[in-house]
T-cell receptor
Framework: NAGVTQTPKFQVLKTGQSMTLQCAQD?????MYWYRQDPGMGLRLIYY???????DKGEVPNGYNVSRLNKREFSLRLESAAPSQTSVYFC????????????????FGDGTRLSIL | AQSVTQLGSHVSVSEGALVLLRCNYS??????LFWYVQYPNQGLQLLLK??????LVKGINGFEAEFKKSETSFHLTKPSAHMSDAAEYFC?????????????FGQGTRLTINP
């Protein structure tokens, strides 16, 4: 009953280093998402993948890249980390309700807490 | 474009008192609305969702929300607060773009329960 699993849970990087945040879901969901959470700003969408093989930019994509490796996995990469990318990152997934509607909820992982010095 | 405003970044109530967390939305189409709860160091958990089937929606842990189109509101309430309700609460509106659902979140309201 894992749901959405994110690794690592915590990470400290130096400015300019690169890293990949991993996300996997076991619910056979079509859509996957990456958000960042900053104090007082709610969650902001970085990138999303509506289905396997597609990715699109969200509200704050600059400085990030993503890969939808297969239906289960969706990774987020920071090529050259900057202090402004210090945040908590959440991955989410959502199933398809068969009607094309948008009333199915997203399911969230527990987050990756990333600090960039 | 859809947007959500949560009134009050912090709300404090006494144990046993009414909880009221406010959410107003802006949407050009009939909205799908969600409330999520986030406990410390955890991800977001769905509390309830509005899908137009009923204006009063019941969720988990005794929470409910009422959709009021005339007021563009979807406020979250609980009749009697419990210490375990202390958490951050997020209201979100759903949009469809190129076949993908996107959620637009409010800024969040941190609920504190006083003993």
């Amino acid at each position: 009953n894992a749901g959405v699993t994110q690794t690592p849970k915590f990470q400290v990087l130096k400015t300019g280093q690169s890293m990949t945040l991993q996300c996997a879901q076991d619910m056979n969901h079509n859509s996957m998402y990456w958000y960042r959470q900053d104090p007082g700003m709610g969650l902001r969408l970085i990138y999303y993948s509506a289905s396997e093989g597609t990715t699109d930019k969200g509200e704050v994509p600059n400085g990030y890249n993503v890969s939808r490796l297969n239906k289960r996995e969706f990774s987020l990469r920071l090529e050259s980390a900057a202090p402004s990318q210090t945040s908590v990152y959440f991955c989410a997934s959502r199933g398809f309700d068969g009607t094309g509607g948008s009333n199915q909820p997203q399911h969230f992982g527990d987050g990756t807490r990333l600090s960039i010095l | 474009a859809q947007s959500v405003t949560q009134l009050g970044s912090h709300v404090s109530v006494s144990e046993g008192a009414l909880v009221l967390l406010r959410c107003n939305y802006s949407s050009s189409v009939p909205p799908y609305l969600f409330w999520y709860v986030q406990y410390p160091n955890q991800g977001l958990q769905l509390l309830l969702k509005y899908t137009s089937a009923a204006t009063l929606v019941k969720g988990i842990n005794g929470f409910e929300a009422e959709f009021k189109k005339s007021e563009t509101s979807f406020h979250l309430t609980k009749p009697s607060a419990h210490m375990s309700d202390a958490a951050e609460y997020f209201c979100a509106v759903s949009t469809l773009s190129q076949g993908a659902q996107k959620l637009v979140f409010g800024q969040g309201t941190r609920l504190t329960i006083n003993p």
